[in-house]
DNA sequence: ATAAATACCATACATTTGTATGGTACAAAA
DNA sequence: TTTTGTACCATACAAATGTATGGTATTTAT
């Protein structure tokens, strides 16, 4: 288990992954001291010696940009969630990263886009379930039929969107939940992006192991 | 639109692409020269500058293992899908790419771990459906409960694992497919990983917007 | 009270790295 | 035939880079 980092150790690791994995190149330790306003290297070299240590990087001795996420070969990276969000009935949105999950590798964001943690089963029927990770979009315009997120009243919800004359539904795969349907003047409506994707980490596996044997 | 490249440069292209891909490090010209048994680096320095001439990669001048894909900067990235996976019965893995789905930039993957696409509904209880994309891991040891996809006959199969004294059960988790259980010496079986996530892209929707208005 | 960790600065240095330049050999195109 | 492009080699050099060492100030644990 590796420790705890410090602020700015945290923020540094931040600044790596994001180098590495938006870029794809690491940074060296001139740029991670410019991003940052260090006069020199030798302050990120003891930072990044400390995030060594603590078993977050790795580091290729002599070696250009020789960083590397550990983390990474656990094949789990963290990821802010920023929020949950109702896919039946509306929950509240926070501000800021409510929780980390451990996306795995194959966590690379697209910069634009963020993930949100869904709770409720309105969305059974497009086969998004409680506890999935969604990654919402938000510059992208939605299409009648698309999964989006909205918020509505300060909680957010994510829903099938149908865009009407002067009207925009939202609308439940699941019939127990009944749809929203939003005037366009509607003040407190706010549509935050579109679902371009689902991902579930099989890991902590939510599902208790049934000792189903034999045929029923 | 690129243009076409040379044997050799496409065998560089691809190094960097696995390399910037899986350590997430561009390697340096001494590495890429080392890589392909050049004596020296200007060799490679010359395929680079040919490369990027063809569009395919650009280099930050004077920064070490400043080589970027250019191909990379959209939201989505290919990676290949090695073949398709029965969920329900079992169906035929392909030994190379099948296919290139469109990952979205969320997709990087740990480096040993790859890509299949699921056929059939018999996990459909543990909430993966037919299309979805399932991340295997291959060096990591299952535990019961796991969903694990495995060989058989040449077939390869997603299920539930189970270890027993003496044999292995492969469940379904839909009661309608019976499970299979392996005597441990049976020869053609092979244990080919385990699924650490499941990714579905909602891009391009299998569901049909369906114009449901109002309550029912 | 003292030690240890954190968070910076400055200087120095060996290597790594990218790049420039020049050369050879070969095949295909003009 | 000459030119162009590909595919290598060798040497040289300035700048980028990682690292080592030493220093100060502040906070946190003992």
């Known amino acids: ?23 794809g190149i690491p940074p060296t330790l001139a740029e991670v001291a410019a991003h940052f306003g260090y006069r020199n290297r030798a302050t990120v070299q003891q930072h990044l010696a400390a995030i060594e240590k603590k078993g977050y990087i790795r580091k290729n001795p002599k070696l250009a940009r020789g960083i590397e996420l550990t983390l990474e070969d656990k094949f789990f990276v963290p990821r802010p969630v920023l929020g949950e969000v109702a896919a039946g009935n509306p929950l509240i949105i926070y ?47 939605p299409r009648n039929g698309q999964i989006v997120v909205a918020i509505l009243d300060d909680a957010a919800v994510v829903k099938r969107f149908y865009k009407k004359r002067s009207q925009i539904e939202l609308i439940s795969e699941n019939p127990e939940y009944e749809p929203i349907i939003i005037d366009k003047k509607y003040p ?10 689902v991902y579930r980490s099989m890991d902590a596996s939510p ?10």
Request: hydrophobic share 40%.
């Open 207 to 216: 599902f208790i192991p049934i000792q189903r044997r034999g045929k029923l």
């Open 95 to 141: 501000p800021d990263a409510i929780d980390t999950i451990e996306l795995p590798t194959i966590a690379r964001m697209p910069k634009d886009s963020f993930l949100l943690r869904v709770k409720g089963d309105s969305l059974k029927d497009a086969y998004i379930f409680s506890g999935d990770i969604v990654i919402v979009n938000p510059n992208l315009e």
């Open 188 to 197: 407190s409506f706010k549509l935050v992006g579109i679902v371009v994707g």
């Open 1 to 23: 288990m590796p420790k705890e980092l410090t602020e700015t150790q945290k923020k540094i690791l931040d600044y790596l992954i994001e180098r590495i994995k938006g870029k």
